[in-house]
């Protein structure tokens, strides 16, 4: 019982580290606007928590929103409202006591934020095939999209009472939190984190969003912050460059992360890839198989086939398959590994549940995952060509032959891995 209530109570709630002079030199001064100085990077947000990262546990709790420790990672990702009002009016930036409306809308709200670290760290098919492609403007449009369908379904499951009660679903009463909690379970299953409350997972976390959303996501954000993850939307700069820009080396802060994140935008996940339309006029056409296909592509294979029947077509050597294969056997490599796809196939990072999280990530280990998931073992050997298509004399470098079970058959087989 002892151990368990450490667990919670140690770990989930507050945790007992202490900051070193090395870290310290990192925060902001005390009580000094935040705009005031360029906010650093996510690889050295990274590099300076390293040592305090460990399995199982989470390196910031629950209830240390404000704590002074924090304030490395929260200057990167959060814009405070504390340090940025000021008792005269004057010294005002903004007219929301010292923040513009803008700045009040991307780091004020719970909604946005949560918005920001899921879409940043690609938690999910759920959260973001709904808002793919939305709206005008990018990244930035798809996370308003993401924080509106987010406060409008909480709005719909409360009949809107429930969000008049708990100031917008950030203290109690979060009704949308059935949405939002699967995020939250993702997150500790990856890292292997205790819950907050000792409940079995999902419902541990149900209850953390439902209860104290505004806590839950501040932890979220800077745990997955401090272990590498980055994406666009999550550092400061994505959504508030002009916040910055009058301080010192803020320029320059600005522009480097604008080239980092259009890096990102370059190869997105294949998740974030909206399907190409197909422009070509598609016609229907009878092979001598008697097989009607509809597309060019699939015309080319009938025909092949015909001749195949007819002895036309020599037997199939293993240069031929490997040219057709070689991106499947990639993509088959890193949904296996866990890894990114090579820079050289231009095809992006593999996007799944169990994949890596994030658009990039600044953390060259990755973390093992819990027996309960549906991840592949990673010391699973790969497939090969001649488990998949029989071919024969491979590792000798042989003329590479088809064998017996025949050249046909073979051939829509590699046609179906392929395609």
């Known amino acids: 019982m002892c151990s368990i209530f450490d667990r919670i109570c140690c770990s989930s709630w507050t945790t007992h580290w202490t900051p070193d002079e090395a870290l310290k030199e990192n925060f ?18 990274y590099a300076a928590h390293q040592s305090l990262i460990q399995e199982g546990k989470w390196t910031f709790g629950l209830f240390e929103c404000w704590c002074p420790k924090v304030k490395m990672v929260k200057h990167s990702t959060h814009l405070p409202c504390w340090d940025s009002f000021k008792i005269n009016p004057c010294r005002w930036r903004g007219i929301v006591f010292g923040r513009t409306l803008e700045e009040c809308y991307w780091d004020g709200l719970r909604q946005t934020r949560w918005a920001r670290t899921v879409y940043a760290a690609n938690l999910g098919r759920e959260y973001i095939l709904p808002v793919r492609g939305v709206g005008r403007h990018g990244y930035k449009s798809e996370i308003k999209a993401l ?19 708990s100031l917008c679903g950030n203290f109690c009463f979060n009704f949308s939190a059935c949405y939002s909690c699967h995020a939250r379970e993702k997150i500790r299953r990856r890292y292997k984190l205790p819950p907050v409350f000792g409940l079995p997972p999902g419902i541990d976390d149900f209850v953390a969003h439902f209860f104290c959303l505004y806590c839950s996501v501040y932890q979220e954000m800077r ?24 301080a010192p ?14 890096k ?9 890839v909206s399907r190409p339309k197909n422009d070509t006029k598609t016609t229907s056409t009878q092979g001598k198989t008697g097989k009607f296909v509809n597309d060019k592509t699939s015309k080319v294979v009938v025909e092949r086939l015909d001749q195949e029947e007819e002895g036309e077509v020599p037997n199939v050597t293993l240069e031929g ?8 056997l990639q993509r088959m490599k890193g949904a296996l590994l866990g890894r990114e796809a090579s820079d050289d196939l231009d095809t992006g ?8 999280f994030g658009w990039t990530s600044n953390c060259t280990v990755v973390p093992c995952v819990q027996e309960m998931s549906r991840e592949l073992p990673r010391t699973q050997s790969l497939p090969t060509l001649q488990s998949i298509f029989g071919v024969e004399d491979i590792e000798g470098g042989g003329a590479g032959q088809l064998n017996d079970v025949g050249r046909r058959n073979t051939l829509e087989r590699s046609w179906s891995v392929v395609y």
């Not at 902001?28 to 947000?45: C, E, G």
């Not at 080396?249 to 259009?262: C, T």
């Not at 990072?349 to 890596?356: F, K, L, R, Y």
């Open 147 to 165: 924080c509106w369908m987010y406060f409008l379904m909480g709005c719909i499951f409360s009949c809107g009472i429930g969000q008049v009660f």
């Open 223 to 246: 745990e997955l912050t401090i272990r590498g993850v980055d994406g666009p939307g999550l550092h400061i700069l994505d959504v508030l460059p002009g916040s910055y820009a009058a």
């Open 321 to 328: 398959l490997k040219q057709g294969t070689a991106i499947t």
């Open 249 to 262: 080396g803020g320029l320059e802060a600005i522009s480097i992360r604008k080239a980092a994140v259009d």
């Open 264 to 272: 990102m935008l370059s190869k997105p996940p294949l998740m974030f």
């Open 349 to 356: 990072s593999i996007a799944s549940d169990d994949g890596p």
């Open 28 to 45: 902001p001064p005390r009580h000094s606007d935040y705009r005031d100085m360029a906010p650093p990077d996510m690889a050295s947000v």
